[in-house]
């Protein structure tokens, strides 16, 4: 099979043409409907007592007629705005809304059932690989069907569905390539393309819905000659082929998608029998991936297989045939479906429990080896720099020493995760201690968590913060961030924002209230020793970024800058910032800048000087990165590559770099995978 494209930026700007084209498919649609509409109105009304408004005098029949072409057109538009725009608020929410709608229910992180745990574990391990936030994972009760799905606007609002069936008929190798492809439309940008999807369909299908609602209207008596049971019935017919076409966009935006996920798949687990596997189940299986769900037909383009059955002709089908996709990771199938025995599921439940029962420990918690420098032991460590709230302290390098990690290794990870970062994933979640994975899997000890992250090391002044905590929270929440302590200063610096990445997926099911008080104490947590230091900026950016979509309500921010123009002071704050973490020496750090200017392809004119340190601070990185969240994928990719050319100016990615540079690549929605697994240091694609 061949390698997919690996440029992530490249996939981000398919999906917006793709947006644009469905607009423009749906717009098509629309101005089809309207000129049907009207020339119905038009037959219905030509023999009706059609009279004018003012006058009372008979308006004559004819091909054009104004009053009637206005109408049809406001009540076309109106039902379709209206209808698209409530099913669009209805999914608001994200990908909880979605799961929720189909009947999904929330899997509790905390979870004993062995299923349950194998998925949540499949999970954990793609969103550490993948630099993603954990998402919520729900499971479809009441489908027997072997399915799952991705949705929501964008990766912090994300939620991955399964359906009772998968989890109890595929094996652990199967199911991670089933996540695997869900998570690439995570990557891939398809969610929000999807999303918006349902909510234009739906406005399609109102038309018919309005047409039911006429087809029962009566007269006031039997001598009135009453229109509008014909029109409800023209309009159940155009809703009828408003939606055919409304199929249609679904086919064409999903089908050449699925290929492209299986193949992403693919190359994250490097286990073509694991997805081939899952997709010869679905083939075997009497029920294969069908769905009963009332709400699968608007839904059945975002699912994993086609979840309808067999389509006219397939030219429908949201999904290309199950054969051709097994073929296109598996050339080597022999093509034919072995029944399935009964005893199957018992034996993907027994392989469930023997796996959470001997699944071994790899002791990294306790080595850095292979990876990043762990620096000290402490959350906070000497030699890490920091940044004060005004940008004026002086940034100290790290003194450690970090593997070699090339600049040009790390892009084309972004967005495509490796094996090796699966496996590096599941041997860094495994090795964290007991107590910090389950606290990050519960709500309130997560946030425990968090805060534990940011205590100082030294023992007064750690006691004055937990005393704060106290104040601004709880007494039980400072016991638990005391408790856990401990263990966190104990656990490899490396490890620090993977654990927060799988707490983000707890902190999610925190009420309004109490995320507005974790907020607060978590910022003056961060400014409680008079100073941020630059892991603190970084943790609240990232828990700020991914909560926010949740807590505060507002759409997700537009594209808004094209040109790189009026961001330009932007990508030089962080290009300042950036060079002044890996050192202290002057000239070390106008050279590393001046080696990442090129690579942001500004006008040969544009003004692009060092920063000084009080102009790129974290108030001033804050309002850069804020900006720059709304480019496009094109001038995402050149900061990108700018930043990683300054970081790498000397040959090393240094700890307090990467999470600057993870901070960066988070706020502009690029999922960043770990730095420093064997492989960085060379070829990107070594060892694949």
Request: charged share 15%; hydrophobic share 50%; proline share 7%.
């Amino acid at each position: 099979m061949a390698d997919v494209p690996m440029d992530f930026f490249a996939r981000q700007d398919q999906a917006r043409r793709k947006t644009k084209w469905l607009v423009a498919y749906f717009v098509l649609a629309v101005v089809l409907l309207i000129l049907a509409v009207y020339a119905i109105a038009l037959v219905i009304f030509s023999g009706a007592p059609l009279r004018h408004l003012h006058s009372g005098a008979l308006i004559p029949y004819a091909w054009w007629n104004a009053p009637v072409f206005l109408g049809s057109t406001l009540g076309v538009l109106a039902v379709i705005f209206f209808g698209s725009a409530y099913k669009t608020s209805e999914l608001s929410a994200g990908g909880s809304a979605v799961a929720t709608l189909l009947g999904g229910r929330l899997v509790p992180q905390t979870t004993l059932n062995a299923n349950e745990r194998k998925l949540l574990n499949v999970v954990e391990e793609m969103s550490i690989a993948s630099g993603v936030p954990m998402p919520q994972v729900y499971v479809l009760e009441d489908e027997g069907g072997i399915n799952a799905f991705a949705a929501g606007h964008t990766p912090s609002d994300a939620a991955i569905g399964v359906t009772r069936g998968c989890i109890e008929m595929l094996s652990r190798d199967e199911l991670q390539g089933v996540i695997g492809h869900e998570f690439s439309h995570i990557l891939n940008g398809d969610m929000r393309l999807n999303l918006r999807l349902i909510g234009l369909i739906f406005g399609l299908f109102c038309l018919a819905t309005i047409g039911r609602i006429l087809l029962n209207t009566r007269g006031g008596n039997s001598r009135d000659r009453n229109a509008l049971p014909l029109l409800g019935l023209a309009l159940v017919i155009l809703g009828a082929i408003g939606v055919f076409f409304g199929r249609l966009i679904q086919a064409a935006v999903s089908r050449q998608r699925e290929f492209l996920a299986d193949a992403s798949s693919v190359q994250f687990t490097r286990n073509p029998a694991g997805l081939s596997g899952a997709l010869q189940k679905i083939g075997r299986f009497s029920l294969g991936s069908r769905l009963t769900s009332d709400h699968a037909p608007d839904l059945c383009h975002m699912f994993f297989g086609n979840g309808l059955g067999d389509s006219l002709f397939g030219a429908m089908a949201t999904h290309p045939p199950i054969p051709e996709r097994i073929r296109a990771i598996d050339p080597a199938w022999d093509g034919k479906f072995a029944p399935l025995t009964p005893e199957l599921a018992q034996h993907v439940q027994h392989a469930a429990l023997d796996d959470l029962a001997h699944r071994p420990r790899t002791g990294l918690e306790s080595t850095g080896s292979g990876m990043l420098a762990a620096g000290e032991n402490s959350p906070r460590e000497p030699g890490v720099p920091f940044l004060d709230p005004i940008g004026t302290s002086q940034l100290r390098p790290v003194a450690s020493a970090p593997p070699v990690i090339r600049a040009d290794a790390v892009l084309p990870n972004l967005g495509n995760p490796s094996s090796l970062h699966l496996r590096s994933a599941e041997q860094l979640r495994d090795s964290l201690p007991e107590n910090l994975r389950a606290a990050a899997r519960d709500p309130q000890l997560a946030m425990a968590l968090v805060l534990a992250l940011l205590l100082d090391a030294g023992e007064a002044l750690r006691r004055q913060q937990l005393a704060g905590i106290a104040r601004q929270t709880s007494p039980a929440l400072a016991a638990r961030c005391e408790s856990l302590y401990p263990a966190v200063a104990a656990v490899a610096c490396r490890t620090r924002l993977p654990l927060v990445n799988l707490a983000l997926g707890s902190l999610c099911l925190l009420s309004a209230d109490e995320f507005r008080q974790f907020s607060a104490t978590l910022e003056w947590l961060a400014g409680s020793d008079g100073r941020v230091e630059l892991f603190e900026f970084v943790l609240q950016k990232i828990i700020q970024r991914h909560l926010a979509v949740k807590f505060i309500p507002g759409r997700v921010p537009p594209v808004q800058y094209y040109t790189l123009k009026p961001l330009l002071p932007d990508c030089v704050v962080i290009l300042s910032a950036l060079a002044r973490v890996g050192s202290a020496a002057e000239p070390e750090i106008q050279t590393a800048f001046s080696l990442g200017v090129p690579f942001l392809r500004a006008p040969a004119a544009a003004p692009l000087g060092l920063l000084p340190l009080e102009q790129c601070g974290v108030a001033a990185l804050d309002a850069a990165l804020d900006r720059l969240v709304g480019a496009v994928p094109v001038i995402k990719k050149n900061l990108l590559a700018a930043c990683l050319r300054v970081v790498g100016a000397d040959g090393l990615i240094l700890e307090a770099e990467a999470e600057l540079l993870r901070a960066v690549a988070d706020t502009l929605d690029c999922p960043l995978p770990p730095l420093g697994i064997p492989g960085d240091e060379g070829d990107a694609n070594a060892g694949e």
